[in-house]
T-cell receptor, first 110, second 111 residues
Framework: DGGITQSPKYLFRKEGQNVTLSCEQNLNHDAMYWYRQDPGQGLRLIYYSQIVNDFQKGDIAEGYSVSREKKESFPLTVTSAQKNPTAFYLC?????????FGPGTRLTVT | GEDVEQSLFLSVREGDSSVINCTYTDSSSTYLYWYKQEPGAGLQLLTYIFSNMDMKQDQRLTVLLNKKDKHLSLRIADTQTGDSAIYFCAVLMDSSYKLIFGSGTRLLVRP
């Protein structure tokens, strides 16, 4: 929370459509992350970026894509190739040892 | 690969202390974290500890780290109903800056 903005809070899409989730930060943090959380489960890392114009796959990157053209922004695209896209998506930044999370976007695909 | 484990559920009576435990496998971790998640919300950073510390206290929260046994615990003193939430333990992998989470412990505080 605080300097990390995720919008919208709730997002609904039809199956087969790509959708992009927004994550913006004004904390001047270099590293940014995307996690997925499924009901009753912990967090799984999708992608992360330690610096502008660079990003790495996390543990469940298939069906997702990201870009990091600006330090402040790390958008996540959920493509039609993602088999089970309905989930709660959390963006985070890292400052030294402290990791901060945005409020999350709940994506529902029907 | 790196693994972080937590018990799934803890129930305590209001006013008692709660102790949530976590074990991890990556011995190179520098930072270890505790997060709180309330229903429908994001994660709130409660506290974190450096790996060269044994204990950190912050008001009602006490974090204990046993690096030899790779065991981390979070103690909440005088637990209140507002403390009911899911608590996640997380470990930062220094080599890649990946943060590995446990599956979360659901804390239920009974009045």
């Amino acid at each position: 929370d605080g300097g990390i903005t995720q919008s919208p809070k709730y997002l609904f899409r039809k199956e087969g459509q790509n959708v992009t989730l927004s994550c913006e930060q004004n904390l001047n943090h270099d590293a940014m992350y995307w996690y997925r959380q499924d009901p009753g489960q912990g967090l799984r890392l999708i992608y992360y970026s330690q610096i502008v114009n660079d990003f790495q796959k996390g543990d469940i990157a298939e069906g997702y894509s990201v870009s990091r053209e600006k330090k402040e922004s790390f958008p996540l695209t959920v493509t039609s190739a993602q088999k089970n896209p309905t989930a709660f998506y959390l963006c985070a930044t890292l400052d030294g040892g402290r990791k901060y999370f945005g409020p999350g976007t709940r994506l529902t695909v029907t | 690969g790196e693994d972080v484990e937590q018990s799934l559920f803890l129930s305590v009576r209001e006013g008692d202390s709660s102790v949530i435990n976590c074990t991890y496998t990556d011995s190179s971790s520098t930072y270890l974290y505790w997060y709180k998640q309330e229903p429908g919300a994001g994660l709130q950073l409660l506290t974190y500890i450096f790996s060269n510390m044994d204990m950190k206290q912050d008001q009602r929260l006490t974090v204990l780290l046993n690096k030899k046994d790779k065991h981390l615990s979070l103690r909440i003193a005088d637990t209140q109903t507002g403390d009911s939430a899911i608590y996640f333990c997380a470990v930062l992998m220094d080599s890649s800056y990946k943060l590995i989470f446990g599956s979360g412990t659901r804390l239920l505080v009974r009045p």
